[in-house]
């Protein structure tokens, strides 16, 4: 077997000596056995309220019934709509998650209004421009939504405004039921041979795309991050921003609503388009400059618009676009299916209940975004680095600060196929909240680590192998600290533990330079002693004595009739009666006892 390991990589900054962590919350020494009892929270954002009864979800918005059903057997559910932004800010304090669609601001004061209670924030739907993401990583606040549940019902709104604008359906009607006949006014365009440039070739965008393929039109497609075999295996081509522009005659928007896309339909792009042009937009009314599109359209720029988003939602009754004859107008309906509402309800529903419960959310879009897959396949590792970094701080003496960490993974497979932001966050969770005040997920994981002065490098160790698994060990070792239990040290003087995954469990395999094996559940209690008969089954028999179950046992050493570690797995917490009997044991020269 051989290794290479790669350069470290520093995800803090530099230390501030007044959020020094031995400071804010000591470590009791080892020979007073009172440790603190960490909280015993595994998950990623949080479980319950304070005081252990169910969490409380507000919806702001109108959800489906089926969300609503599947929240309210989870938690206390406040559908309370139309808030004011007082309003909401009074309630938030109360509440554990929040649920909004489009038409609530989620800013900074939302944030600070909830005073760290609010965990989760869920937008039922696919953009979350109303939503202060940079307030809510830095609250320690997810953020999911339901990217997909709409998609279908997005892109064949985006259809229906393409072709209903077409064929001046919209116009056509309203000039019937006043009781007129103008066959002739209303002569419209044909799809088929025409270009479609898609702009933003995302799920909607793609959807769109392949239906107008459907209908015999031309589709390019602008996106700077599109992968052009995507493009290509439904007949698109990727082209400039300026030659999706100046080559199309209908143009569909579906880019969210960023400071870059903010307004990009404007004077100046106007004027590079195609004489005649048609556009619809499905995405956000924001990317448009509504001014200068009035002004195109009365220039014959733009010969029509199709419009289901606004700048300003709902816009003015006197709008100069609204009221524009040339221009097909919905109340924001592109999600507007009975099929898409109960998808969108239910996605997102699922997605705050499972942030709520812990588990790792593939729709998170202020976190790591990672596959569900590969989700699945990490869950085991990300326990075990929780817990080894709640062992290793677990292991400093009370008067040493916690500084330095260094991360070292194992693994047979290539750097590039092993994303490490998930298990650096759940190490620094595991670190900080055991000794802080402070509730670590994965949103405000590095951000919290460095407030605090905590710089964490990280080393990949490439294995020899078969990458059957992403993972084998990880090691984690605290530097330039004290321990309790002189054992925990490596040979440079790192509090040092090691652990892997096996069969879906989390092991404890190192310690020190110690080689152990036991299971990470429950509690732990490391003894050092002199290799001799009889040892496993004195400290049994005191721990079965006291009513204590043992759920694993191992001894690592360094050679027989040597120095050697006991790792005890126990599924209660001893007495310190209990403690002391083991501490006395003669040939016990130290122990620990550690909440996992």
């Known amino acids: 077997m051989s290794a290479t390991a790669s350069s470290a990589i520093s995800v803090a900054t530099k230390p501030l000596k007044s959020l020094s962590l031995s400071t804010r919350s000591p470590l009791p020494s080892a020979a007073s056995v009172a440790f603190p009892t960490p909280r015993r929270r595994l998950v990623l954002v949080a479980c319950t309220t304070g005081d252990g009864s169910k969490p409380t979800i507000l919806v702001a918005e109108k959800l489906g019934e089926a969300g609503v059903k599947l929240l ?5 559910v406040d559908c309370s709509y139309n808030l004011t932004p007082e309003e909401l800010n009074t309630k938030i304090s109360l509440c554990d998650a929040l649920i909004v669609r489009s038409g609530t601001k989620v800013g900074r004061e939302v944030f600070e209004s909830s005073r760290g209670r609010l965990k989760v924030v869920g937008r039922a739907g696919v953009g979350i421009d109303n939503v202060d993401l940079s307030a809510a990583t830095e609250f320690g606040c997810l953020v999911v939504n339901a990217p997909t549940a709409n998609t279908i ?98 143009i569909s928007l579906h880019m969210p609503l960023t400071p870059a896309t903010s307004k990009i339909l404007n004077d100046e792009t106007f004027a590079k388009m195609k004489k005649g042009v048609r556009i619809v937009n499905v995405a956000r009314g924001g990317v448009i400059d509504e001014d200068a599109l009035v002004r195109a359209l009365d220039a014959g720029i733009v010969a029509q618009a199709a419009l289901d988003v606004f700048t300003k939602e709902p816009p003015a009754k006197d709008s100069p676009l609204v009221q524009h004859e040339r221009v097909t107008v919905t109340p924001h309906l592109g999600a507007s299916t009975m099929e ?36 699945t396949e990490l869950k085991p590792y990300v326990i075990l680095a929780e817990k080894l970094g709640r062992l290793a701080v677990q292991l400093v003496a009370g008067g040493s600060g916690v500084k330095n960490v260094k991360v070292s993974y194992t693994s047979a497979r290539a750097t590039d196929d092993l994303d490490t932001r998930l298990l650096r966050a759940m190490i620094t969770k595991g670190i900080i909240e055991p000794i802080s005040d402070v509730y670590v997920n994965l949103v405000n994981a590095d951000f919290t680590a460095k407030q605090r002065g905590l710089r964490i490098s990280e080393e990949r160790v490439l294995l020899d192998g078969s990458p059957e698994n992403p993972l084998e060990t990880i090691t984690v070792q605290l530097g330039n600290v004290e321990s309790k239990f002189a054992s ?44 001799q008969p009889g040892m496993i089954g004195t400290v049994g028999s005191i721990l079965g004595e006291s009513n204590v179950n043992v759920n694993f046992m191992s001894v690592g050493r360094i050679a027989p009739r040597k120095q050697a570690i006991m790792a005890i797995g126990v599924d209660d917490q001893p007495s310190k009666d209990t403690l002391k009997k083991i501490g006395e044991i003669p040939a016990v020269e130290e122990f620990v006892f550690l909440k996992v």
């Not at 069969?503 to 509690?523: A, M």
């Open 72 to 76: 309210e057997d989870f938690a206390n």
């Open 153 to 250: 019902a997005a892109a064949e709104h985006g259809i229906a405004l393409l072709a209903g604008m077409a064929r001046n359906v919209a116009q056509a009607d309203a000039s019937v039921k006043a009781g007129e006949w103008k066959r002739n006014k209303y002569v419209g365009v044909s799809l088929v041979g025409k270009t479609l440039a898609v702009m933003g070739f995302g799920k909607v965008g793609t959807e769109v795309a392949r239906r107008a393929k459907g209908l015999g039109m031309r589709v390019i497609a602008h996106d700077p991050y599109a992968p052009a075999d995507r493009a290509h295996a439904i007949g698109v081509d990727l082209v400039s921003f300026d030659e999706a522009l100046a080559t199309a005659d209908f």
């Open 340 to 375: 898409a509402q109960e998808g969108v309800a239910i996605e997102i529903a699922e997605a705050v209940v499972g942030a709520l419960n812990g588990e790792l959310a593939a729709t998170a879009v202020n976190a790591p975004m990672v596959s569900a897959e590969v989700l």
């Open 488 to 531: 925990s040290l490596s040979e440079s003087g790192e509090v040092k533990v090691e652990g892997r995954v096996k069969d879906g469990v989390p092991h404890l395999t190192k310690v020190g330079s110690f080689e152990v094996d036991v299971t990470l559940e429950g509690s732990i209690i490391l003894c050092r002693q002199v290799d």
